[in-house]
């Protein structure tokens, strides 16, 4: 504001008259409030009568403090979400984004933060990425993405001479996401993933997990009645080593992964295992070597129990001791199992950064743990396992194999191997 319009505006002020005041500071491009603030800073007038000018109550030091840092950007924009549901700060934070969408000066993270705390409306949001060429979905929460029916088995032919793989866990432990972060890791390794056309539901489920992880969505939690089994063969090269020389020699793993809802668990918790459903107990039919993979969430250390109208809560390990106790008594099971592992998944939830995955197993299932290292020994393993970096508020993530790839590893490495 110039000494001048300052001058002129006290002079309007004095002579009395606040619309001839306010019309004029308009005309000017400049605000009443502006005036104000200047005119008890230079001690012109008294702070009292900030009210009679502006038109409302003289904000507190606190705002005005704040009101100065946004107009010198040294907000930040968590700051300024916080902010924004608070009456003093909302209609302030709101002019002050509007002047940045038309400036076109937010960038991608802001404009996803503000959206989501809905700052920003949808149109606002398309009109947005019009004007700087973006793509408004990339800024709405994708969708799970759902099987279609056509891929959901609920009879089980385990091919004969594979080693099945059996994923145990809890309701939304994590284990589709497991398995759609492992065909994705392998299919990349090794150039292809051979998925054996005699499974052909197994090979379309794998195909659209697959893709799932390639564009960072979740997928629907499993129907209870499916049984999902996807037949594949993992040829990895290894070092051969005779007396004189080594060669790399090619070695063929067929297995067939099999993934049941978790709801399967959850239910026949304290019940015997001959009480699931017939379907279910194919599983104990297969000849097969068997591994058994047991996903221990990092997010939840206990389940809850659904039992007609009583909910019981338990700990996760009370749960998977109950399972794998069960099934280890099942003889037509136990005698099949070559190894098991541990896996603490939705890894990226960990807030202690120094923490590692035997200090969570020794929190949370100690027994477990020593359990299966006492009966499985050099083909027990621990891992963590995340299927990248997660965003939440997009409902989406991005893949990442670091994890995934020391269970693989670990799968090869233990793996009984075809003849
Ligand atoms: N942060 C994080 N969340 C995950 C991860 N994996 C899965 N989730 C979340 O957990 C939910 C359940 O994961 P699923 O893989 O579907 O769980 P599930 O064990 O197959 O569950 P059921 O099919 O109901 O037995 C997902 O929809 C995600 O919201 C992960 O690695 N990190
Ligand atoms: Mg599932």
Redesign the pocket.
């Known amino acids: 504001m110039t000494d001048e319009i300052f001058n002129r505006a006290l002079y309007l002020l004095r002579a009395g008259n606040r619309e001839n005041l306010k019309n004029y500071l308009t005309r000017e491009g400049e605000s009443l409030r502006t005036f104000a603030d200047r005119a008890i800073a230079e001690d012109k007038i008294k702070s009292t009568l900030w009210e009679q000018i502006v038109g409302e109550p003289m904000p507190d030091p606190q705002v005005k403090a704040f009101e100065q840092r946004l107009n010198t950007q040294q907000v930040s924009f968590e700051e300024l979400i916080l902010k924004h549901s608070q009456s003093d700060y909302g209609e302030m934070i709101n002019r002050y984004i509007h002047k940045q969408i038309d400036q076109s000066a937010l960038n991608q993270e802001e404009v996803t933060a503000f959206f989501q705390a809905g700052i920003m409306d949808e149109i606002q949001l398309d009109l947005y990425c019009e004007k700087k060429g973006w793509s408004s979905r990339d800024f709405v929460p994708k969708d799970?993405m759902s099987i279609p029916p056509s891929v959901w088995p609920t009879d089980l032919d385990l091919s004969f001479g594979h080693t099945d793989i059996l994923?145990v866990?809890?309701?939304?432990?994590?284990?589709?996401?497991?398995?759609?972060l492992f065909y994705h890791y392998a299919k990349r390794k090794l150039g292809n993933l051979d998925i054996l056309s005699e499974n052909p539901k197994g090979s379309k489920y794998s195909s659209i997990i697959i893709q799932a992880a390639e564009e960072g969505q979740?997928?629907?939690?499993?129907p209870k009645p499916v049984i999902l089994n996807t037949s594949c063969n993992l040829t990895e090269k290894i070092l051969d080593k005779g007396i004189f020389s080594s060669k790399v020699k090619e070695i063929e793993m067929p297995f067939n992964c099999i993934?049941?809802?978790?709801?399967n668990?959850s239910d026949s918790y304290g019940n015997p295992l001959d009480e699931w459903p017939e379907k279910l107990q194919n599983i104990f039919k297969s000849e097969n070597p068997l591994i058994l993979v047991v996903?221990l969430?990092l997010?939840e250390a206990t389940i809850t129990i659904s039992e007609l109208d009583h909910r019981i809560r338990i700990s996760t390990e009370d749960f998977l001791n109950y399972i794998i106790g069960s099934l280890q008594q099942v003889p037509e099971i136990n005698r099949r199992l070559v190894a098991a592992s541990i896996v603490i998944?939705?890894?990226?939830?960990l807030k202690e950064p120094d923490k590692t995955v035997e200090e969570v197993v020794a929190e949370r299932c100690p027994q477990m743990h020593q359990k299966l290292q006492r009966d499985f020994r050099d083909t027990y393993g621990l891992f963590p396992?995340?299927?990248?970096q997660?965003n939440?508020k997009l409902?989406s993530?991005q893949y990442q194999h670091d994890t995934i790839s020391e269970w693989y590893d670990w799968l090869i490495s233990i793996a009984p191997v075809s003849p």
């Open positions: 799970n994923l866990g809890a309701p939304g432990a994590g284990k589709t996401m497991f398995l759609s979740f997928i629907d939690s499993t993934e049941i809802s978790g709801e668990f996903l969430p997010d998944s939705k890894w990226d939830e396992f995340s299927v990248g997660v939440k409902n993530f």
